[in-house]
């Protein structure tokens, strides 16, 4: 009886060896045809990337531009400065062209890691050396095409303008601060959150009234004000913060105090040129005169971050780079947008943009700085009573000038 037994014990053990061994045997070969799957080449489309760069390049003029936002003489000119004042060469399998393009690409596109690799046929991780190594390179040419003008000229955009000439003329900029969309590591997130709870950076501009930009900072928390990034700024020796000469003096908004050296509108006074336009043009009062000519020549700024953010969607809606790779995207952007502008008059976003009085669309997170606020701004340069009242008297002066003017 105990030997039946035994033997049926045997059986049974015999019977889950034999389907333990099947078992394993059956997901050894799975596993080798998945790792066979794995190893199946990706990337093997008749066209390659290079080729795909050619194809952009010789077909249509507006292909190129609706792909990178920008045509073939200022894209072969960003190719030649890039080879003479970097480091930048081509690579053992890309050459530097199309490193570029797929940079500008991404960029311009808004594109993430897969729509790279699948347009260009390139592997992840190559899109992502790529991108990092022209976006560090980019962002080193800011020296050499985001600097300050000549203060000693008046503008030809005041210049030949009544409506400015010589009320302005010893304006040299436009200041003011846009979001920029941004992702943020959560213990951080809250720091990002602009007025309406979206995570973005804060952005300080500097720009002549030519649409270029004169300075630009990048990378700040978006909770943070404008007009605290610009005290940071003009506090520290190492910022580089282009100061305005003695009598000379940047354009700010209500979000300001109005300083020697930083002109402000007058508050509770309409300011916005749509304010204007709803009445018929008419004007009630010097103040009201001075606040929209004030409006409109500032409008520069306004128009700057709208052909900056139409030519590189990315700034509106930034995919999941370092806080550090985010701040370098946006100088980037600024830095291809002098670029363009200096290498490309014709442009189609600057000429749409370009025409005075055009408002870009409001970004949901910018700051709401109206010249009907009533709240005191924060003190952008730490002038004292004397300074303010110099200030406000210079600027009643400009008002009275104005209206003389306009009443004759």
Known sequence: MSTSRSVEQWDEEFECLIDLTLGLMALNKGQRYVNRIQRMPMHTSIRTGHQYMLELINDHPDRLFNKIRMYRPCFEMLIQVLRQQTALQNSRFLTLE????????????????????????????????????????IASLSPIFIKPPNFDDVPDEIRFNPKYYPYFQDCIGAIDGTHIAAHAPSNVANNYRGRKSNVTTNMLAVCSFDMLFTYVVTG?????????????????????????????????????????????????????????????????????????????????????????????????????????????????????????????????????????????????????????????????????????????????????????????
């Open 220 to 408: 700040w928390e978006g909770a943070v004000h404008d007009s605290r990034v610009l005290t940071t700024q003009l506090e520290d020796p190492n910022s580089g913060f282009p100061h305005p000469p003695p009598g000379k003096y940047y354009l700010v908004d209500s979000g300001y105090s109005n300083k020697p050296g930083y002109l402000a509108p007058f508050r509770n006074v309409p300011y916005h040129l749509r304010d204007a336009r709803r009445r018929g043009g008419r004007i009630n009062g010097p103040t009201e005169l001075f606040n929209y000519r004030h409006a409109s020549l500032r409008n520069c700024i306004e128009r700057c971050f709208g052909v900056l953010k139409a030519r590189f969607p990315i700034l509106r809606f930034m995919t999941n780079f370092s806080l550090v790779r985010q701040r370098e995207i946006a100088m980037c952007c600024c830095v291809l947008h002098n670029f363009i502008k200096l290498h490309n008059r014709d442009d189609p976003l600057f000429q749409r943009f370009g025409v005075d009085g055009v408002m870009p669309p409001p970004d949901s997170d910018d700051e709401d700085n109206t010249a009907s606020s009533s709240g005191t701004a924060a003190n952008p340069h730490g002038y004292g009573g004397n300074d303010e009242n110099l200030a406000n008297s210079m600027r009643d002066h400009i008002m009275i000038q104005m209206y003389l003017h306009y009443n004759m």
């Open 98 to 137: 199309e490193q570029v393009m797929i940079f500008i690409y991404v960029i311009s596109q808004k594109a993430t890691n897969r729509m790279a690799m699948e347009d260009w046929q390139h592997s992840g991780s190559t899109i992502s050396i790529v991108f990092t190594r022209i976006c560090k390179a």
